[in-house]
């Protein structure tokens, strides 16, 4: 958005900051450079959101924090150094917005999160749960995220509503094991059904006055408007439909939010997934801007 670069972070309120990692990816790489991407398509980026009547750069001292340092090749060494970049944000009651890198990144965020906060409230927008064991022999995976967060007891499952979940699995239990942690889980179908007024009523019901994390992965979208990914599914959403699903977020108390796993190398010739991803960060912001604090 054409955002300040800046560290120092007197005065601020929000930061935008990119973790270009993606090491844990299980097929497509390219992650990495999602957080570029993603700068690059917000250029277009104005401050007022219309359908939320907020202005967000009014609204919120906002600036860009970079990226943060990584190690490519080393997950928990990379864990390591988003949660000592993140601390000083996170201790100065800063909101932390993230562009990914691969779905691995956010257990990071949500240490450095809940260690300020305590437990918080997982909205997860994506097409997997993230909750397996291991992939690849590897407990901290992109398909792990979630299932490891809720062992370090930095998520309460019972506040967390996963929604988006479709596509080919390895067998039923990949579904069940998210509910069997104290996850609410909704397939495309059954969010589709619901529509975004009584998913944000879902949403509300369930976190109540909690402090809430959103992770929106961008396989959320149909691949037809969001190619540029690593384990793209088929039967997803719009972004008009992503959007709607977004707004009706309003009013729950945002603690941090990332926006994770696009591949600029898949993407289309007009950068359409990381224009996606731009929007849903900016609609976050505006969410944050909007809410009460946690």
């Given at each position: 958005m054409r955002a300040p670069h800046v560290d120092d972070l007197t005065g601020v309120d929000a930061v935008v900051y990119g973790i270009p990692f993606d090491?844990?990816?299980?097929?497509?790489?390219?992650?990495?450079?999602?957080?570029?991407?993603?700068?690059?398509?917000?250029?277009?980026?104005?401050?007022?959101?219309?359908?939320?009547?907020?202005?967000?750069?009014?609204?919120?001292?906002?600036?860009?924090?970079?990226?943060?340092?990584?190690?490519?090749?080393?997950?928990?060494?990379?864990?390591?150094?988003?949660?000592?970049?993140?601390?000083?944000?996170?201790?100065?009651?800063?909101?932390?917005?993230?562009?990914?890198?691969?779905?691995?990144?956010?257990?990071?965020?949500?240490?450095?999160?809940?260690?300020?906060?305590?437990?918080?409230?997982?909205?997860?927008?994506?097409?997997?749960?993230?909750?397996?064991?291991?992939?690849?022999?590897?407990?901290?995976?992109?398909?792990?995220?979630?299932?490891?967060?809720?062992?370090?007891?930095?998520?309460?499952?019972?506040?967390?509503?996963?929604?988006?979940?479709?596509?080919?699995?390895?067998?039923?239990?990949?579904?069940?094991?998210?509910?069997?942690?104290?996850?609410?889980?909704?397939?495309?179908?059954?969010?589709?059904?619901?529509g975004p007024r009584r998913y944000g009523e879902l949403v509300r019901e369930r976190v109540g006055e909690r402090p809430a994390f959103v992770s929106f992965d961008i396989d959320f979208l149909d691949p037809a408007f969001a190619p540029g990914t690593g384990t793209p599914e088929v039967g997803g959403f719009s972004t008009a439909e992503a959007l709607s699903f977004l707004r009706a977020l309003r009013g729950i108390r945002l603690a941090g939010c990332d926006v994770v796993e696009v591949s600029p190398p898949y993407d289309g010739p007009g950068q359409q997934t990381a224009l996606a991803a731009a929007n849903v960060a900016w609609e976050l912001l505006a969410l944050r801007a909007l809410g009460r604090a946690p």
């Amino acid at each position: 958005m054409r955002a300040p670069h800046v560290d120092d972070l007197t005065g601020v309120d929000a930061v935008v900051y990119g973790i270009p990692f993606d090491t844990a990816t299980s097929y497509r790489t390219g992650p990495r450079f999602g957080p570029e991407a993603i700068r690059s398509a917000s250029a277009l980026l104005r401050p007022y959101n219309p359908a939320l009547e907020v202005n967000v750069v009014e609204a919120l001292s906002l600036v860009d924090y970079g990226d943060l340092p990584v190690s490519p090749g080393d997950t928990e060494r990379t864990y390591a150094q988003v949660e000592e970049a993140l601390a000083p944000v996170v201790e100065a009651g800063v909101f932390a917005a993230a562009m990914g890198g691969d779905h691995s990144v956010t257990l990071a965020e949500l240490r450095a999160l809940a260690r300020r906060h305590g437990p918080l409230a997982l909205v997860q927008l994506d097409s997997h749960g993230d909750v397996w064991e291991r992939y690849f022999g590897q407990q901290y995976f992109h398909g792990t995220t979630f299932k490891r967060a809720v062992e370090e007891g930095l998520l309460d499952a019972s506040a967390s509503v996963q929604a988006g979940m479709r596509g080919s699995l390895y067998g039923a239990a990949d579904i069940e094991v998210a509910r069997e942690l104290g996850f609410t889980v909704l397939s495309t179908d059954e969010l589709r059904e619901l529509g975004p007024r009584r998913y944000g009523e879902l949403v509300r019901e369930r976190v109540g006055e909690r402090p809430a994390f959103v992770s929106f992965d961008i396989d959320f979208l149909d691949p037809a408007f969001a190619p540029g990914t690593g384990t793209p599914e088929v039967g997803g959403f719009s972004t008009a439909e992503a959007l709607s699903f977004l707004r009706a977020l309003r009013g729950i108390r945002l603690a941090g939010c990332d926006v994770v796993e696009v591949s600029p190398p898949y993407d289309g010739p007009g950068q359409q997934t990381a224009l996606a991803a731009a929007n849903v960060a900016w609609e976050l912001l505006a969410l944050r801007a909007l809410g009460r604090a946690p």
